[in-house]
């Protein structure tokens, strides 16, 4: 079946824009999850979806990230004013509830801010 | 908070040589255990988990990993590699029954030379 998908798989902003970043589950799967891999910093989790609701975004950077879902599926990742230390991949993944709990990720969208 | 550490940031190997790469973590309570690879030019792909049981744990593409609890440890093992294990390996861990994000190691690179 499908995996994960994301778009763009690339993008390209000017420093204090707004971006959209946007991700489509495997079918079935309640839960998602947005981390960002960056060089310095490895892989990090951001957030975490359970159904629409988000139960913990203390992953989340600053207040110029947010992030919803809508009937259960599709995920957006908004930042705000965006920041050169923004550059990263950002990274969505899903999974069934626990305890069917792997997750499994998508491509990603590489995010370059100039 | 837990933390996930890989001690080998790049290791280069030649066609047939055994395979170990380390990973520990710090948390004191019921985790689950995960490895992950990323092929070039490709996205997270989940190579192994362990979720309870039988502590020897077999993943796809001939690799395995064994659960150590008192040394806190999940290595990954391949008897012999080939070319296309060349990628970067992530281990990753979920700490805790309530929990549901991974914790990252930082990844080791594989070379694998013909």
């Known amino acids: 079946g499908a995996g994960v998908s994301q778009s763009p798989s690339n993008k390209v902003t000017e420093k204090g824009k707004d971006v959209e970043l946007r991700c489509d589950p495997i079918?079935?799967?309640?839960?998602l999850y947005w981390y960002r891999q960056s060089l310095g910093q490895g892989l990090e989790f951001l957030i975490y979806?359970?159904?629409?609701?988000?139960?913990?975004k203390s992953g989340l950077p600053s207040d110029r990230f947010s992030a919803e879902r809508t009937g259960g599926s599709v995920s957006t990742l908004t930042i705000q004013r965006t920041q050169q230390e923004d550059s990263a991949v950002y990274l969505c993944?899903?999974?069934?509830?626990?305890?069917?709990?792997?997750?499994?990720f998508g491509p990603g969208t590489r995010l370059t801010v100039t | 908070a837990q933390s996930v550490s890989q001690h080998n940031h790049h290791v280069i190997l030649s066609e047939a040589a055994s395979l170990e790469l380390g990973c520990n973590y710090s948390?004191?309570?019921?985790?689950?255990l995960f490895w992950y690879v990323q092929y070039p030019g490709q996205h997270l792909q989940l190579l192994l988990k362990?979720?309870?049981?039988?502590?020897l744990v077999k993943g796809i593409k001939g690799f395995e990993a064994e659960f150590i609890k008192s040394k806190f440890s999940f290595n990954l093992r391949k008897p012999s590699v080939q070319w296309s294990d060349t990628a970067e390996y992530f281990c990753?861990?979920?700490?805790?029954?309530?929990?549901?994000?991974?914790?990252f190691g930082k990844g080791t690179k594989l070379s694998v030379i013909p």
């Open positions: 993944a899903s999974s069934l509830e626990a305890p069917h709990w792997e997750q499994y």
């Open positions: 079918s079935g799967h309640t839960a």
């Open positions: 979806f359970q159904g629409n609701s988000a139960p913990d």
């Open positions: 948390y004191g309570g019921t985790v689950n």
């Open positions: 362990y979720f309870s049981g039988d502590p």
């Open positions: 990753a861990v979920k700490a805790g029954a309530g929990s549901y994000q991974l914790t």
